[in-house]
């Protein structure tokens, strides 16, 4: 009788286990789409799983190379909220977001233990990507005037008024969600053996590379061109001639798109000069709070004092525009060096056994190399933008990061 009720006990905690996995696969596909149903999919697949890791013996909680640093991050970030102008404000920004990223993290982790998880993860991935580059062709096509909105400045580029932004908040940010995906998806491009399937793979890249380019986004562009570049340098010459071909292709189909580009390495508009502007601003905050920094989210709050460049109480700037420096700004240099320490130990990691090493599939190991090249495309495009101000991009960010860590742990299935 004891044993059947064991069965019966242990085949419940498998059936919950297994609803969280599906809770975290809706998380996966909704981030890009809805970030209040992917918060929902998240706590939900969270309390499931924490359910199963306290009542099931079998189900032990799985640790990482990086999870002292960003244990650390974690602290660091959660002490700077003492230090804020507005103490109520950062506790409320810090838990909602610094735990969305925490919990991702984990249950990413936790939860995708083989190779056929990891595999229904990135279908809901691709999904979620098809809607988003849709929408941004249907955008495109049909005409969305952001003349009113201030993505760019009109008097330097007065005939650009149409910039797509999908599912995503701005052109910048949905330009940053597309560089991860195209970096996910080259890195099967450069795997995959089956000529059918390479030809389906640089079919997908194209429409994704057309959809950033529609996004005008300077920063990203630049920094796809640069992450793609460097991996055909260090692996395929092959690669740099399919380069440059799409990227003559794009410019000499969109003129504009070739001015935006240019514009990076002028002062010609005001989005280039506020730049450096913010950049010499947040400098002089880090110099003044190196310990703590000015506290979480609190950037908009303490920007003003060392505004000398917009000089406008009404202008409100919520981020450095550098990934590197608003870190450092918010919680100081040691917060700073934590993230930076998991961010690019999770990169460089994934990098080490990519994708032809004996102990991972073809899967995992495209998938890894995808991790790492994603991840240096971020780290590229932190140096002009912060896109991962943004919750949705921050929780796709610490969902990679989890996958990649649980990747690692994966072996290959025996057929």
Request: glycine content about 6%.
């Amino acid at each position: 009788m004891r044993d059947l009720k064991a069965m019966r006990r242990k085949r419940n905690l498998m059936s919950i286990e297994g609803l969280a996995f599906k809770a975290f696969q809706a998380e996966a596909f909704l981030v890009a789409l809805s970030p209040t149903a992917a918060t929902i999919a998240m706590l939900i697949s969270f309390l499931l799983w924490l359910i199963c890791w306290k009542m099931d013996d079998d189900v032990h909680f799985r640790h990482f190379s990086f999870d002292k640093p960003l244990l650390v991050f974690v602290i660091i970030s959660g002490l700077s909220v003492l230090v804020s102008p507005d103490k109520a404000f950062s506790f409320y920004n810090y838990y909602n977001l610094v735990g969305a990223y925490a919990i991702t993290y984990i249950v990413a982790g936790q939860l995708v233990r083989t190779e056929e998880r990891l595999r229904s993860i990135l279908e809901a991935f691709a999904v979620s990507a098809a809607i988003v580059v849709l929408y941004g062709f249907y955008q495109f096509i049909f005409g969305i005037d952001i003349s009113a909105m201030k993505w760019v400045d009109g008097n330097a580029f007065p005939e650009l008024s149409k910039r797509i932004f999908s599912t995503w908040e701005n052109p910048n940010i949905l330009a940053g969600y597309l560089n991860e995906v195209i970096c996910m998806v080259f890195a099967f491009f450069v795997t995959l053996e089956d000529k059918k399937a390479k030809w389906m793979t640089a079919g997908m890249i194209l429409c994704l590379v057309a959809c950033l380019a529609m996004t005008y986004a300077r920063g990203a562009c630049l920094a796809i061109a640069v992450v793609i570049g460097l991996y055909g340098l260090v692996k395929d010459r092959r690669i740099l001639a399919g380069l440059f071909g799409v990227g003559f292709l794009m410019l000499l189909i969109d003129p504009m798109l070739a001015e935006r580009l240019s514009s990076v390495f002028t002062q010609t508009d005001t989005s280039s000069e506020m730049r450096l502007a913010l950049w010499e601003s947040s400098v002089d905050m880090i110099c003044d709070h190196p310990i703590l920094g000015i506290g979480w989210g609190a950037y908009w709050m303490v920007y003003p004092e060392y505004d000398f460049y917009i000089n406008d109480a009404t202008v409100r700037i919520v981020h450095a525009h550098n990934m590197y420096l608003n870190y450092a700004v918010e919680v100081g240099v040691f917060g700073a060096a934590a993230f930076l320490w998991y961010f690019f130990g999770t990169m460089i990691q994934a990098f080490w056994k990519a994708p032809n090493s004996d102990n991972s599939s073809m899967l995992v190991g495209a998938f890894r190399l995808g991790i790492g090249l994603a991840l240096l495309s971020v780290a590229f495009g932190g140096l002009t933008d912060d896109v991962l101000f943004n919750i949705p991009t921050s929780m796709l960010l610490w969902m990679l990061c989890g996958l990649g860590a649980a990747a690692r742990e994966i072996t290959p299935q025996k057929v």
